[in-house]
């Protein structure tokens, strides 16, 4: 059986803050009445008025989403969207045997990958590094770890800066996951277990039952432990998500979600450069610890508590309010090579060091949702408040950098200990931060005339820093307090073309999601500006979306190296990205369904100071960065993936994915090349049963998917040919 219908929710806290999140939700309750479906206009024709729509999971069968919670924080139809945006729908994901993020985003235009130390998901969005712009039902998570799509229903991923509703961040676009959600009067379940290669085993279970007619329970989890093409490498995971949806009356409903994620693998940096390109080795060649299991393991642990609770007043006024509590712990130890490369002796050096990290924090977020008619417009008023507090405590040591060199082609060796010393050093003090932010913000969406339509909005964000030490150094603390804005006009001149122009503004502070430093305490927030035109277009009666972005993105004040003081850092710096976005998703006469993008970024540092070294001979050596490429930038990517529906439950299909080819760094120095490979996948389904067959990498490319973007080294291989068997049972 398939849901029909899926409700928003609010997580109680975990255990031990339980009681102070408890009072939040009561006095949410209190105050409220309860929180709100906000939920965006929908319009049919040029002609319709604004009306409250539900994207439920029907509208996200097949590849064309009909919505996006994303842009707008309600559910809007992608047509009335004065912005790029790109669903990832689970059933693509689901046809891809996708498992992971770096899976899922290959399908969205502009989106590259660094391999995030070998500890977290860290992607770049049109050229700029999109490090901390992770969010969950529209809710941050900026927690540095691997998420699991098992609770996962669409993931989407809003291009350009996106302040107006989400605060600090976001240069070049931010992904949200929509999490699966409980469905009230349906009971359904699917249980699976994928085989692979590299003894790749992954369980999941998705379960959903009403509890009388105002409740509904659901369960997501999953288990998978594998080896990989990574010499040493391993992935050892669970994730459990329960949730419960209560329906007080039809105007009143209260969801509470929990996740509990635990994930460990061996920290994996990659392989060092060679003349320009990276070292000539075997993809599995690791550069760690000769015991990587032993001296090398990253372990993860997430927990979230959301409870979201809605309530409609009439057909004009809704009211949502949701409390996010969640907490992380990392445990990262690793050995890398990040030294410089020789290459008479052909040796490079190794730095050994580990990470300890704990955070914990909160964020409620209040939305009134207002459809009204006024001075003869009919319009959608979104206006909301925002209250978070994030702590962080960081302990990191490690030796000096290439503090042991070991051969480029036989890097097998344990690592020498991190000397003493280096625990007492400045760099290895503890330090404790908090982050505080107080937000207003507000949205209107008009229909100017039948052809015609309008969106703006702006947020005031308050954002305070305080970063101390647990010895020697003095305390530092900074408080930004920034206007975002946002505005956009869409033409509509029919039911299938859709027409934008846009223009929208963030900001990122110093530290940003990080300690502040001596260094830059002073500096004022980076701002960042998308100027963007494009057009929608719903074809073949909505079965097939088509979408083009043309866009500017400029982001300014970027802090370099005072050259006249090197202990300090001054806002001088630019970097732009003129760029075009294609994308087409949904399904062809024939019974094709069809993803394809392609982006074009042109990507430049046109203003700095800064100077880098590169870890190439020679060594020291000061290289300018204006001018420069941005690292990990492709100027070309494209992919097409499509699965043909063959009748009696059969279908079969397959893609390509290129890549063209990215600096390692800033230096521009090394250079990844350009890469393209092949999948193919085929299924058979019954209403029960489903078997699926996806062949990775089918001609075993040697390519290059990621790299650190800072150094010239610490280069990620992609997988070789890769098999991958899926069993699903429903009920």
Wanted: hydrophobic share 35%; glycine share 8%.
């Amino acid at each position: 059986m398939t849901p029909s219908s899926c409700l928003p929710a609010i997580a109680f806290p975990s255990p031990r803050p339980l009681r102070r999140l408890s009072l939040l939700a009561g006095a949410a309750l209190a105050s409220l009445s309860g929180a709100v479906l906000a939920q965006s206009a929908a319009q049919e024709s040029p002609s319709s008025t604004l009306k409250e729509v539900t994207v439920t999971a029907e509208d996200d069968k097949g590849y064309a989403p009909a919505a996006t919670s994303t842009a707008t924080k309600g559910s809007a139809p992608l047509r009335d969207v004065p912005q790029a945006v790109n669903v990832l729908s689970g059933q693509l994901l689901r046809d891809q045997g996708a498992t992971s993020m770096q899976d899922a985003l290959r399908n969205a235009p502009g989106v590259s990958f660094n391999h995030g130390d070998g500890q977290r998901d860290q992607v770049v969005i049109r050229g700029f590094s999109a490090i901390s712009d992770w969010f969950v039902d529209g809710v941050r998570d900026d927690a540095l770890y691997f998420r699991d799509l098992s609770d996962t229903e669409r993931i989407e991923v809003l291009k350009g800066p996106a302040a107006v509703l989400y605060g600090r961040g976001s240069s070049g676009g931010l992904i949200n996951r929509v999490t699966k959600k409980p469905v009230f009067g349906d009971r359904f379940g699917e249980v699976s277990l994928g085989l692979g290669s590299h003894d790749y085993k992954r369980a999941t279970a998705d379960l959903n039952t009403p509890i009388g007619e105002n409740m509904a329970f659901r369960l997501n989890v999953a288990r998978e432990k594998s080896d990989s093409y990574r010499d040493q490498q391993f992935t050892d995971r669970y994730n459990i998500a329960p949730s419960l949806a209560i329906k007080f009356n039809p105007q009143t409903d209260l969801l509470l979600q929990y996740t509990n994620l635990r994930d460990q693998r061996l920290t994996d940096f990659g392989i060092p450069a060679l003349n320009g390109r990276p070292v000539d080795v075997p993809v599995g060649a690791y550069y760690g610890s000769a015991h990587g299991r032993r001296d090398d393991t990253v372990t993860s642990k997430v927990q979230t508590f959301t409870a979201t609770l809605n309530h409609r007043f009439d057909d004009t006024l809704s009211l949502r309010n949701t409390t996010r509590y969640s907490s992380y712990h990392l445990d990262r130890n690793n050995t890398l090579p990040s030294g410089t490369t020789d290459p008479v002796r052909l040796t490079v050096g190794r730095t050994r060091g580990f990470v300890d990290r704990d955070e914990s924090g909160w964020f409620n977020q209040t939305d009134l949702t207002w459809r009204n008619e006024l001075g003869g417009f009919k319009q959608e008023w979104l206006i909301g408040a925002e209250l978070g507090v994030q702590r962080k405590r960081l302990y990191s040591v490690s030796s000096a950098t290439g503090a042991q060199r070991v051969n480029l082609f036989n890097p097998v060796a344990d690592p020498l200990p991190i000397p003493v010393a280096n625990y007492l050093a400045d760099s290895a003090i503890p330090s404790n931060s908090e982050f505080k932010t107080a937000a207003l913000y507000f949205q209107d969406q008009i229909t100017l005339a039948p052809q015609w339509k309008a969106l703006v909005g702006g947020r005031y964000d308050v954002f305070r820093q305080d970063t101390s030490f647990e010895r020697k150094l003095a305390p530092l603390e900074r408080t930004d307090r920034k206007f975002s804005p946002r505005a956009g006009l869409v033409w509509q001149p029919d039911a299938v073309q859709s027409y934008y122009v846009s223009y929208s503004r963030s900001f990122q502070p110093s530290g940003e999601n990080f300690a502040l430093s001596a260094s830059n305490i002073d500096n004022a927030p980076e701002i960042t500006v998308n100027k963007e035109i494009g057009a929608k277009f719903d074809l073949l009666d909505g079965a097939l979306n088509f979408t083009t972005a043309l866009f500017n993105l400029e982001r300014s004040g970027i802090k370099n190296t005072d050259p006249n003081d090197p202990r300090r850092q001054i806002n001088v710096g630019t970097q732009r990205t003129n760029g075009l976005e294609l994308a087409l998703n949904g399904r062809l006469p024939g019974r094709w369904d069809v993803s394809a993008g392609y982006a074009y970024l042109d990507a430049k540092m046109t203003k700095s100071l800064a100077t880098v070294s590169s870890l190439q001979l020679p060594v020291g050596a000061a290289i300018p960065v204006q001018g420069k490429t941005p690292s990990l930038t492709p100027r070309h990517s494209a992919f097409v993936w499509a699965m043909k529906d063959l009748g009696n439950g059969f279908s079969a299909g397959g893609g390509l994915n290129y890549v063209s080819a990215r600096y390692a760094s800033l230096s521009n120095l090394v250079t990844l090349p350009s890469y393209l490979t092949a999948d193919l996948a085929a299924s058979y389904k019954t209403d029960r049963y489903e078997i699926s067959l996806n062949l990775k990498n089918i001609a075993n490319r040697k390519y290059y998917i990621s790299a650190h973007g800072s150094v010239d080294n610490l280069i990620l291989p992609g997988p070789g040919r890769e098999v991958q068997l899926t069993l699903r049972a429903k009920f």
